[in-house]
């Protein structure tokens, strides 16, 4: 076969200004890597790809492929035009679980790119956007090969199709302040339960976890996985007075008010008291700052303001919300909140959690229409139908607001209203 | 008889000035502010420096010849001739005369029409025609306000609460009356009795069946007639049907109960209007004084006055506290019936880590 | 007909307590009323609503009434236990559309209870819910002579059945400072315009009319009407800034501060400048105020507190919003900005409010199923369809925001865009 | 061939200490606050007392091994061996000596890659596979990406912005992107187009059918043969069918367009998590640089940072001033389509007088 290069005019321009080009990295990998099995591969994807851009379409096919013993996590391309860039007519992407958090050493990572370059295109991702780290360009010869080798030293491939997917968690507790929980022992814990629905798709369609350890919500679980945990805390958050002091100065001065104690009070009145969703915090006179815990949601925005001066309380937990995916089908939902706390510190705690998403798993496979994700049947179904069948207990916390029409069949009112007095009860009895 | 019969004249809406105090009418739309001397009384004064002093009065909205004349003697008496109605039946007196203000306060007062209604009080349910004239009331809407008002009338004529209460109740869940602060209205829960005997002479069937908003009911053929049949699965037990279908008998002495609502805001002031949102429901539709939902309604309105900022209508207070709080302070039961299933639900859901703990 | 009392236990003890007993006047009618008729027909009503009161059930019917040339305006009932209640076998109500703003002089209230005392029962209302007197109590005997009688000294029939009903307006500009236009003038130009369709229902359902003078909106006609008319202004609102002071103290002496300005402002930060849902207004440290009109939503919150300081502009008009009801079907519906703003000076303006809802009307009668309400036609047809059904431009004053699901045909943009730039055109070229 | 596979070792997640630098984890779960000394640079500093810089730094994602080994040199040469990839595709080196920060920085600069995306500023849009990869892709998101970070790759390397920036692309309506403050995606304006011949070879067609979120598809006989059928009016051309029916090609070279969203915010800071909302289509899907679309996000970004109060995210800023106000200060036309027209629509209309004159 030829190396004549195709012309990528188009792409070319792509080489052009200071942002770092992913067609420079493949023209590289085409012009200067030993291998010519790289060399080809890209010559030929470079090929394709610059006619997408010329004809403004996409011509990659799927089809079926999986590593021995597994049902998926390999996205198959096989090219529509081959017949005219014939090096890469295939080129399938090997989506690989990363670290929770998202952590590597530099050896590792040498490491991998050295096995990768045995049997594959010399491209990867970190990651895409479920978290994967994607091996992309692979043919029918080589990923088996590449699967074997990596797997050895302790990597695993991620979701695809009806599974679970790859998790994903935030860099958290390793090095995040604002961190409630340990991100990424629930990550793992969760993920690698479910090991058989990952490898082995055989659920209504996919299902994702996320891992944030606070409400800001770095890994946007809340929109983006059908399971959400998000780190938060139930008691007081701390409050320390000096560096609440500090902040005012420190802000007058970056406001170029050196010294102006009045002027950092008012950028503090209006970025940060003014700003509190519910009102829970006041700037006293003195310049401490007095917070009604018992109205603050925990929205985050006075700790991320104020790093040093506040933090997160000590009764650590986590929050978790259900039904978040994009766009498909129904338009863009967010989760649900199913369990408004949870605490997540003892192996019981974790094994709590683990049944938690098998119950819910369960009860969606059993409940899901092909094709439907947790949060569609949910929206479907209805949530308290979803509550009584994962064995969850109504609480006014999974709501914005009680409903608005009458249009409901209350006749087992008297029960539920019962049932809730003895929980209360329960509650009450356990706390004392 | 049609020989007698002489065409309508059709006048429709009447001309209000020409009934209007000369006062109100020389300063039609030029307003300046007013201000409240007491509770029940306001006075308006004009850009040309005219007042104008409002009395406002509870009444029985349904009111006999008699009653009537009585309130017409009084604004005779003690007034100047000019009334008008609230939106809420109370009777309003307007005078020129601030010194008339007091007596007329007292004449009313001493005719068992108690003053007051205005600014941060409860003012006067709004209510619906109930047993007395509706044909598909499940209670007496005047009969749940009259028990109420009897325990809210300090409420009534005093400035005790945070903002405006506007309270109503609706005797069917076709709810005639308004959203409110807070609203007793009629919750059926069971599913209408059909009398299949006359559905097929009374009931225009297709009519019947496009107005279930569940698609529960199905044309059926019993005992060899025409008849409809109800899916009791589906059936959310609305009464949607009752009206075009008599014989489909959704009222119970035992499954029509009550249900209260609350946070219903229909003024723009601060935030946009608001949908009232369930809080109790299964509370017996108990004559004559209802003293079950008359129960919750008060302790409701104790701890909105108690927990409330001032100028907050009752919505605004719950919004700030969070729904977990309302239900710990006002001791109501939390239920799976909260939880909004209609369309949109979605929206009522929280969908956030706001959570207060 | 012996005139034996039905025995009443029940409603009788709706004669205690402090508060007006409806039961104490209908059992006056029945004991006192010279009129025989009178007093039957109060006695008979009395028993069955004790009747119903014991068996918590309603014995009404319907049926079909209306006076001589009419179609609606009664509600007929006839008992359902008329056998044991024979007195008031037949108990109608005649909805009687009230003067707009509900204006009434003792004279004219003497001179319509003569009337009723003739013909009815003696029992009437002021008002029903949509704003009508009812004359509740008449039979088939009476009820024509009644209205011819009052017909005769102005009074008319209000809407029942699929037809416009009556209006409401607020007491407004006759004695209120918030009042941004005539409602009584458009509550009587639009119910006039259309007499024919409130006697003769021929719509698909009840169509409602409602004016208030500004948003604070005392009819709820936003929920409670077809075709919502707010008042309000589009210029600056006025600041007295001498009664801005004056409020301080006042209201620092209200609150047991007397003299106390520092507190005075206090309560003004807390209860008039944080609560603007838009953060426009400012208490400046002389204790002026600024207000940011721009971005003023005309909330009224702050004209509410302080009406003696701030007042509505002078560019006085109305906004319009349609669709609004309550729950049949669907559930309650808001109504939804049709025409953020419109001016309502002129004659002509008030033709061109007349033409709006006549074309309105129009369309929903031609586009609306049986016993379906304007808005639940918005709702399935969705707010474009119904715009240029009446030919009215999308305006972002409708919305709350833009839509959030991708899911729609677009293939008409560049179109949509060049009207939009064609209408701004136009609007800076009327304007200049 | 199936003799020499041998079976998989499932170890699933692999555990991120072992990569993780030794001072972080020696002070896992016990850190107390950070600082920022510069765009691309933060301090964590732990309750021992200890502290961690990390320098970030964009990528173009799609990383060569000769790109990724020159990343891995500047970490061993100017970090500590220890690094990681943010949600965004940036990469993070970790060190403990903070002397190493500024060489680090330099020589990231130097091999081209720009180090800021923090705090305030306009980070890696995150983005799709596209024409690489994907099989059902309108556009190139990374191609898009590259083309616009050139563009605003100051803004990236800046605090300039009023808040966090987080924007993304996807190269269908199915949105494999996340939503963001700014959404650059595909929008298909006409029907898919369907090579009969194949469908009844190729595709399920009962699956397909239900794919459709507006049930336009239909099985049907054309030329003979199963085939399906598309209700052309009742299509809203989102392309859902297209992945499991590759014969309705709904990707076309003018007909498929890109749309821009603004204001999705995931994070519960102040306001819950809110969606995107549409503000502008009709934009040509242009290779190679997408230039439309661009001056349109440099648009949106100009009035942002011109109008937004420090901490505000996009939505919050349009919130305070208004929708009608974004498309006057942007000079974005405003039409019907930006009107909701999808289930629950009635929650995105304005059913208050809140308006701004
Ligand atoms: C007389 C009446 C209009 C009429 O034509 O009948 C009226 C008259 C006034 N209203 Fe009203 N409102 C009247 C029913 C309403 C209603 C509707 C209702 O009661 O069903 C509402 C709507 C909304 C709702 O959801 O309850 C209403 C919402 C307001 C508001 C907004 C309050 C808020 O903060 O949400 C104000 C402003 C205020 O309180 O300062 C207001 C203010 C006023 C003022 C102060 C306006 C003025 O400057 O004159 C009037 C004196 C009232 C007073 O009671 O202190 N009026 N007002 C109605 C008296 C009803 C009654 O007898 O109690
Ligand atoms: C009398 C009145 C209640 C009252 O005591 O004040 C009333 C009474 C009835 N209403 Fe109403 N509605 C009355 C104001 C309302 C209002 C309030 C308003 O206009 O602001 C509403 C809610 C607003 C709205 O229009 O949605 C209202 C929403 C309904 C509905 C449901 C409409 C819907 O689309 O959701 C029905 C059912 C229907 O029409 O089929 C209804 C039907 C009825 C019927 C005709 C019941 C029936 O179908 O047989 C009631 C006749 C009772 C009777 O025997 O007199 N009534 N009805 C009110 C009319 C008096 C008047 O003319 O002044
Ligand atoms: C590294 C990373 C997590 C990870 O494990 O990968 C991360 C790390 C931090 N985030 Fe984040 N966020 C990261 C993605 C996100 C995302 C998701 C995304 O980018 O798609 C969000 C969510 C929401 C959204 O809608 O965009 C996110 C919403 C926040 C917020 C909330 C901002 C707000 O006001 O709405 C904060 C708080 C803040 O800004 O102070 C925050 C704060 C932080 C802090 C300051 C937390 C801390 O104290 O260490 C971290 C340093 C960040 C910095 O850039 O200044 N992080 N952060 C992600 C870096 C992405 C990047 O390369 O640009
Ligand atoms: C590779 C990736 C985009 C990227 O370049 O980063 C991707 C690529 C595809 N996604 Fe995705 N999705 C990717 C993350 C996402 C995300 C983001 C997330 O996980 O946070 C979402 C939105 C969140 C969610 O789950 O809803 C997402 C929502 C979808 C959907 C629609 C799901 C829905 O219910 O709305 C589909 C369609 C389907 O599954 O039928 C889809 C389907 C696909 C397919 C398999 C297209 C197809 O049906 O053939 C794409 C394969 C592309 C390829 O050739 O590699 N992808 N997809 C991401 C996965 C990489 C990885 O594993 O790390
Ligand atoms: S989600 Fe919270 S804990 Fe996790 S990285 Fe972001 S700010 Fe830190
Ligand atoms: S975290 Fe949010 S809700 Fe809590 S006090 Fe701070 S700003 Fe207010
Ligand atoms: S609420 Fe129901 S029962 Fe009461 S008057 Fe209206 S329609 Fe009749
Ligand atoms: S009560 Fe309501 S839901 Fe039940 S059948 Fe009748 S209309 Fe349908
Ligand atoms: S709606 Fe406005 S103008 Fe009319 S009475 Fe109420 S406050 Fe006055
Ligand atoms: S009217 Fe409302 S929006 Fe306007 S300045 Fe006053 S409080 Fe703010
Ligand atoms: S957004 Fe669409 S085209 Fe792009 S990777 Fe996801 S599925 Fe493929
Ligand atoms: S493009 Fe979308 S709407 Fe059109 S037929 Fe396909 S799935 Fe249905």
């Known amino acids: 076969m030829a190396t004549k290069h195709y012309p990528t005019p188009m792409l070319d321009v792509l080489e052009e200004g200071p942002w770092p ?49 597994y049902g998926g996590g390999i996205i198959p391309r096989f090219s529509e035009v081959g017949h005219m860039f014939p090096e890469s007519k295939e080129f399938h992407t090997l989506r690989v679980q990363p670290p929770a958090g998202n952590y590597y050493s530099t050896d590792m990572l040498r490491q991998l790119a050295d096995s990768w370059e045995k049997y594959g295109s010399g491209l990867q991702t970190f ?42 968690s935030c860099v958290g507790a390793a090095r995040c302040e604002m961190s409630n929980c340990n991100e990424q022992a629930i990550h793992r814990h969760l993920l690698n339960n479910f090991t058989d629905d990952v490898h082995r798709p055989a659920l209504p369609y996919k299902f994702k976890f996320k891992v944030s350890g606070c409400p800001n919500d770095c890994m946007n679980a809340i929109e983006r996985a059908d399971f959400a945990i998000i780190g938060t805390w139930r008691d007081d958050m701390k409050v320390n007075q000096a560096e609440v002091k500090n902040a005012i100065m420190k802000k007058a001065a970056e406001i170029g008010k050196e010294g102006d104690r009045a002027a950092g009070r008012q950028y503090m009145f209006d ?30 925005h006075c700790l991320n303001v104020m790093p040093k001066a506040l933090q997160t309380g000590d009764d650590k937990g986590v929050s978790i919300l259900m039904g978040g995916k994009r766009t498909l089908k129904i338009g863009d939902l967010m989760g649900t909140v199913i369990i408004p706390f949870m605490k997540m510190d003892t192996d019981e705690d974790y094994e709590r959690i683990k049944e938690l998403a098998s ?20 929206e479907r179904i209805g949530l308290v139908n979803f509550l009584e069948g994962i064995g969850i207990d109504p609480d006014p916390n999974m709501i914005q607001q009680p409903r608005n029409v009458s249009y409901v069949r209350m006749d087992g009112w008297d029960e539920a209203a019962e049932e809730w007095f003895n929980r209360k009860r329960e509650e009450k009895m356990a706390a004392a | 008889m049609a020989a007698e019969m002489r065409e309508p004249i059709e006048s429709g809406c009447p001309d209000g000035f020409q009934y209007m105090h000369p006062v109100m009418r020389r300063n039609y739309g030029q307003w300046l502010y007013h201000e409240d001397p007491r509770p029940g009384v306001l006075v308006h004064v004009a850009r040309s420096g005219e007042k104008i002093w409002t ?53 009313l007062e001493d005719a068992g029409f108690p003053v007051g209604g205005t600014r941060n009080s409860v003012t006067t349910l709004s209510h619906t025609q109930g047993w007395l004239h509706c044909d598909i009331p499940g209670t007496d809407a005047s009969g749940v306000v009259k028990a109420m008002m009897d325990e809210l009338i300090d409420e009534f004529k005093g400035w005790n609460m945070p903002n405006r209460v506007h309270m109503t109740t609706s005797c069917c869940q076709i709810n005639c009356g308004g959203q409110g602060d807070i609203a007793i ?140 709080r309302f239900f710990e302070v006002t001791g109501l039961p939390f239920t799976k019936y909260h939880i909004d299933n209609w369309r949109g639900a979605r929206n009522n859901l929280n969908s956030s880590t706001h959570i207060r703990f």
Chains 1, 3 share one sequence.
């Open chain 1, 127 to 168: 990651h895409g956007q479920t978290g994967n780290i994607m091996f992309i360009g692979s043919d029918s010869k080589n990923y088996q090969g590449f699967f074997d080798e990596i797997n050895d030293y302790g990597w695993d491939l991620g979701g695809a199709g009806p599974c679970v997917r790859t998790g994903m």
């Open chain 2, 185 to 324: 209205n009629v919750q059926h829960v069971k599913p209408p009795k059909i009398n299949h005997a006359l559905v097929g002479n009374i009931c225009e069937r297709p009519s019947v069946v496009a107005r279930c908003p569940v698609a529960a009911i199905r044309p059926a053929m019993v005992d060899g007639k025409p008849s409809l049949e109800v899916d009791e699965k589906k059936c959310i037990c609305c009464g949607a049907c009752y009206p075009p279908c008599p014989p489909m008998q959704i009222n119970d002495h035992q499954y029509t109960q009550l249900a209260i609502w609350i946070g219903g805001n229909h003024s723009n002031a601060r935030g946009k209007p608001t949908f009232q949102r369930l809080v109790a429901a299964g509370i017996p539709n108990n004559p004559p004084r209802w003293p079950e939902a008359t129960a919750i309604v008060k302790k409701i309105l104790q701890c909105y006055k108690e927990g409330a900022r001032d100028w907050e209508r009752m919505n605004e207070w719950v919004e700030r506290i969070g729904w977990p």
């Open chain 1, 271 to 300: 970025n940060v008291i003014s700003r509190c969703p519910t009102g829970a915090i006041k700037l006293n006179d003195d310049d401490t700052m007095t917070v009604d815990n018992s109205n603050c949601v925990r929205c985050m």
């Open chain 2, 55 to 107: 009395v406002r009065a509870g009444t029985q909205r349904i009111l006999d010849v008699f009653t009537l004349r009585k309130l017409m003697d009084i604004g005779d008496q003690y007034g100047e001739g000019f009334v008008r109605f609230t939106i809420r039946s109370n009777i309003e007196y307007m005078v020129a005369d601030g010194e008339k203000v007091e007596p007329l306060v007292k004449a």
């Open chain 1, 21 to 69: 080009s992913f067609i420079t990295g493949i023209k590289n990998l085409r012009d200067n890597h030993p291998n010519e099995r790289i060399r080809n591969m890209t010559n030929g994807v470079l090929g394709q790809l610059e006619h997408s851009y010329e004809t403004r379409m996409g011509y990659w096919k799927g089809g079926t492929i999986s590593v021995f013993g």
């Open chain 1, 359 to 378: 119950t819910v798993i369960d009860y969606w496979a059993e409940n899901g229409l092909e094709h439907e994700r947790c949060g569609e049947m949910i």
